[in-house]
């Protein structure tokens, strides 16, 4: 069976969370078009770019891991794409050990702090909601060794 092309994924996740904003009232589609882009930019394979439209399906529920399970995507999309979903309660540290361990998906949690972490899109925020994401991206790329933001 041949596996979703880019442009195919690009349309489920953009369907998916359709209706859906970000913390900024954005559409969250723009979310996932940056972090795709961040993905190609940084030297990403089309599978990285693939999980990155995908990176935030499973996690908000806009697709269910049945779905990402039975998709006709490679395996190595539906690994990152398990890996980037953080599971309710999980320990920061563990998720982080999770992304390192996973081929691929330390790059695309990187273009996605990247994208959230983008100063400008905090900026829109209120000053209590802008520290406290400020503080937990700091947080989360130390654990994944990313130094730069």
């Not at 069976?1 to 442009?7: C, F, G, K």
């Not at 940056?34 to 993905?39: D, I, K, L, Q, S």
Request: cysteine-free; overall charge negative.
């Amino acid at each position: 069976m041949p596996h979703l092309t880019l442009a195919q994924v690009e349309a489920v996740a953009v369907a998916a969370h359709a209706g859906q904003t970000d913390k900024a009232g954005r559409p969250y589609a723009e979310h996932l078009r940056a972090v795709a882009e961040g993905v190609r930019v940084r030297g990403g394979t089309d599978e990285q770019i693939a999980a990155a439209w995908l990176h935030d399906s499973v996690e908000d529920d806009a697709l269910s891991a049945e779905w990402l399970e039975g998709a006709e995507l490679p395996r190595a999309v539906k690994d990152m794409v398990l890996a980037l979903t953080r599971r309710p309660g999980e320990e920061t540290a563990s998720y982080a050990r999770r992304v390192l361990a996973v081929p691929g998906a330390l790059l695309v949690k990187e273009a996605d702090l990247a994208h959230n972490a983008d100063p400008a899109r905090l900026a829109v925020l209120d000053e209590a909601t802008r520290d406290r994401l400020t503080a937990k991206y700091a947080s989360v790329r130390a654990l994944l060794g990313l130094t730069t933001p």
